[in-house]
């Protein structure tokens, strides 16, 4: 983390906000693909859920706009609440969806008989190197995942410095590595740190308190599932636009705070020991984007990451075409001793990364 430099860590989090945001107007069809002439397009404002997903915007824009606490929460809820009735009314959503559509059996027994189906087979079952390469790329995926989650979400709830630090990281990557490790045992799909959880940020959670209550009330609605599949896509692209403006909203601050981050020492009165006042007054005005763009190790290594993450569909692809541009750009200026050797070893890694399909292509012996 002491190696990443402090706009690419900046990046990291603008690029997962652009990426929560892109999958909330994507799966909500307000956003969809195509083949020519362009990929993607706006949605027509003739259809069902792209009118759900207008009305949800507006609700949960109105409730953020008057400091309405609760408002992402509540504006999925009123959402659905209009899906539902405009569902029984127009029949929008197919019947095998269960969206907007209250079940007939509230209650479903978890499926429990996957759990603890586990195989240590694959380096029997698989060449060596093989093995080797899948469980190195799934570390990669899952560490850098993780790695910019904290980065993004841990900016939005204010655990990073001004450096882009986090304190005692060691303790969430910790959690982060036995609930991989748990979700296997589960036969379920990797348990690890989510980028949704910046909703949570959103609206005041800051503790460690809020993913134990978050984790209880899985259990219960384990039993409920029926009722939250009820929750159509366009009742939670609202939220997942909200929460990637706020993640997208680090990127600003305040001139005087920039000047800090930039290594300009705070300077205390000799006698008093009190940090001597402002030199100018923080206005609207004096909020400046934090990252120089005009550099170009810097800024294009950033723009990168922040371009690859929506684009790529991966927080991991996005990190590592940063990582390997900043370093490349770097040894081409000359300037390689300013790059820390754990980054120039994360780059050799995600190269290796980009590199093992057509090794697997070429060579049969991976």
Same mark, same amino acid.
């Given at each position: ?34 083949? &020519? ?5 706006? %949605?027509?404002? /003739? =259809? ?6 207008? #009305? @949800? ?66 380096f029997s079952t698989l060449p060596f190197v093989a093995?080797l390469a899948l469980a190195f790329t799934l570390f ?41 490790? &748990? ?5 379920? %799909?990797?348990? /690890? =740190? ?6 949570? #940020? @959103? ?164």
């Amino acid at each position: 983390m002491r190696a990443i430099p402090l706009e690419l860590k900046k990046a990291i989090a603008v690029g997962i906000g652009l990426f929560i945001a892109f999958i909330g107007l994507y799966n909500s069809g307000l956003v969809q693909g195509r083949t &020519a002439p362009t990929p993607v397009d706006l %949605s027509t404002f /003739t =259809t069902w859920p792209v009118i759900i997903t207008l #009305v @949800g915007l507006l609700v949960t824009i109105g409730l953020r706009a008057r400091g309405f606490p609760g408002d992402l929460l509540i504006g999925i809820v009123l959402t659905t609440v209009f899906a539902t009735i405009v569902n029984y009314a127009a029949d929008v959503y197919p019947e095998n969806l269960g969206y907007a559509k209250w079940p007939d059996d509230v209650f479903q027994t978890p499926d429990f008989s996957l759990v603890g189906e586990i195989s240590f087979d694959a380096f029997s079952t698989l060449p060596f190197v093989a093995a080797l390469a899948l469980a190195f790329t799934l570390f990669l995926a899952d560490f850098f995942d993780t790695m910019g989650t904290l980065v993004g979400v841990g900016r939005a709830a204010g655990y990073v410095d001004a450096r882009g630090e986090m304190p005692e990281i060691q303790k969430p990557l910790l959690v982060d590595s036995v609930a991989a490790a &748990a979700g296997g045992f589960a036969s379920a %799909s990797s348990a /690890t =740190t989510y980028i949704e959880s910046a909703s949570g #940020v @959103g609206v005041g959670g800051r503790t460690g308190w809020v993913s134990v209550v978050t984790g209880f009330l899985f259990f219960p609605f384990m039993f409920l599932a029926p009722v939250i599949g009820m929750v159509p896509p366009q009742a939670t692209a609202p939220a997942l636009i909200i929460v990637g403006w706020l993640m997208i909203s680090v990127l600003t601050e305040a001139e005087e705070e920039a000047e800090i981050a930039e290594g300009e020492p705070v300077r205390q009165d000799a006698e008093t020991g009190a940090a001597p006042p402002p030199r100018r007054a923080l206005t609207p005005e004096r909020f400046i984007a934090g990252i120089n763009f005009h550099d170009v190790a810097l800024g294009l290594a950033a723009a990168i990451t922040i371009m690859f993450m929506p684009f790529t569909f991966s927080i991991t692809d996005g990190i590592a075409a940063g990582f390997i541009a900043y370093v490349w750009i770097r040894i081409c200026q000359g300037q390689w001793a300013r790059v820390h050797p754990l980054m120039y070893a994360s780059a050799f890694a995600f190269a290796l990364y980009f590199a093992v399909p057509i090794l697997q292509q070429e060579l049969s012996w991976i």
